[in-house]
């Protein structure tokens, strides 16, 4: 298994432009998030989903978008760049068995610097 | 409101000496945590949960529900034990986390 997979490494963007961060996993989990990890802030939840066509918002929801179409992938969308998006964003999976056991599987990252 | 508080930004130890690194929550149900850890140029990944009661690197953490704590500790400090730690809550029933701020750890040789 691949785990949870995140495209690009690396990304610049000019403030106003548009892109989407890619997210994929391969253990069939129903449960993936989007985060932002920023020096002295930890890492802070954009947004979540439960199951293919199922999204939420999380802490910081403002200036991103996101869709489940599969139970595999997980796109957020940039819709419009700023220099506060500058970061680098995780994307997780998770699985929950019997409601109690629960563990979450991070991507490599995506380091956005947004100029 | 769920908050997760790491007290120290920055840790740093000698080999062999103790560590413990602070983990305080804000939470009125029953709460699940966790440790993560992000080694240079690695992924973050999970550490030990509560639930478990484990040893995991020789590290062992226990929750303390009167203190809301949960402490990360470990007798011997190693050099591989640098890295980049965080406390999370996991809120009851749900499928996210509450991360709280970090500490960097260092151990110097």
């Known amino acids: 298994n691949a785990g949870v997979t995140q495209t690009p490494k690396f990304q610049v963007l000019k403030t106003g432009q548009s892109m989407t961060l890619q997210c994929a996993q391969d253990?069939?989990?129903?449960?993936m998030s989007w985060y932002r990890q920023d020096p002295g802030m930890g890492l802070r939840l954009i947004h979540y989903s439960v199951g293919a066509g199922i999204t939420d918002q999380g802490e910081v929801p403002n200036g991103y978008n996101v869709s489940r179409s599969t139970t595999e992938d997980f796109p957020l969308r940039l819709l419009s760049a700023a220099p506060s998006q500058t970061s680098v964003y995780f994307c997780?999976?998770?699985?929950?068995?019997?409601?109690?056991?629960?563990?979450?599987?991070f991507g490599p990252g995506t380091r956005l610097t947004v100029t | 409101a769920q908050r997760v508080t790491q007290p120290e930004k920055l840790l740093s130890v000698f080999k062999g000496a103790p560590v413990e690194l602070k983990c305080n929550y804000s939470y009125s149900g029953s709460p699940e945590l966790f440790w993560y850890v992000q080694y240079s140029r690695q992924r973050l990944q999970l550490l030990l949960r509560h639930i478990s009661r484990e040893s995991i690197k020789g590290f062992t953490a226990d929750l303390n529900k009167g203190e809301t704590s949960f402490h990360l500790k470990k007798p011997f400090a190693q050099e591989e034990d640098s890295a980049m730690y965080y406390c999370a809550l996991r809120i009851q029933g749900a499928q996210k986390l509450v991360f709280g701020q970090g500490t960097r750890l260092t151990i110097n040789p």
């Open positions: 253990m069939n989990h129903e449960y």
């Open positions: 997780a999976s998770s699985y929950s068995w019997q409601g109690r056991t629960y563990e979450q599987y």
